[in-house]
């Protein structure tokens, strides 16, 4: 049974052309031509996965996103946002709500279909790896347990960072270059670097988007 795909655009043509490409490639896709829309959809057919625009009418895409955030059984649902708004301001606020990617418009098919791919491989990763904790025992006790250490994974996890490295994390999350975070701190770009990859190292992260989503997932910034 092809994986389901939920794209809310309020662009017919936007929405055709990702539910074309995507059906091509083996998945079953939904179209919302706004967030009330899309909302509802999610609620009714539990999509695994969200492409959605930020710019809708009746409820934007950052609504949507923060409602579905919202109910606990969604907690995980990878959502990419595809927008013309891609600021600083813009790609940290669609992070603080739970978006996985943020790619910007235009954006090529191709691209978004490897993103789809990648993060819906994640995620059936994380399934397989809760199913076969679940597989140990049958017993009550057993499943309680189980359950209590998949809520414990989703908690923040600690992670201890010198006053320096708190520094750098919320400059960078204002979405500052290394040079511009030398300045504020009165250091070489090189040793920005030499912070920003010790952050990385702690935070079990590969790129500076991974970072900042960290970060505010943790409460870091």
């Known amino acids: 049974m092809p994986l389901t795909i939920l794209v809310a655009d309020d662009d017919l ?33 539990q999509p695994h996965l969200i492409v959605t625009d930020v710019t809708m009418p009746r409820m934007d895409g950052y609504e949507f996103v923060r409602q579905v955030r919202q109910q606990p059984a969604f907690r995980l649902l990878p959502v990419v946002f595809l927008t013309a708004r891609t600021e ?28 789809v791919r990648h993060l819906l491989e994640r995620l059936q990763m994380i399934e397989m790896e809760w199913r ?69 190292d702690k935070t079990d992260t590969s790129n500076r988007a991974e970072l900042m989503r960290f970060a505010i997932d943790h409460h870091l910034v």
Not at 137 to 161: G, Y
């Open 13 to 45: 043509g936007t929405r055709l052309s990702i539910g074309d490409y995507l059906e091509a490639v083996g998945y079953s896709v939904l179209r919302a031509e706004n967030g009330q829309e899309a909302l509802k959809m999610v609620e009714k057919f």
């Open 132 to 200: 076969s904790r679940s597989l140990i025992s049958s017993s009550a006790h057993d499943t309680a347990m189980q359950n209590a250490q998949r809520f414990a994974a989703l908690a923040p996890i600690e992670v201890k960072l010198t006053k320096r490295e708190q520094e750098v994390v919320v400059l960078l999350s204002d979405g500052l270059s290394n040079a511009q975070i030398g300045d504020r701190l009165h250091l070489s770009p090189r040793t920005v670097e030499k912070y920003v990859s010790s952050l990385l």
């Open 88 to 115: 600083t301001h813009e790609r940290i606020r669609g992070y603080q709500l739970g978006c996985d990617v943020y790619l910007p418009k235009p954006f090529e098919l191709k691209e978004l279909g490897a993103v």
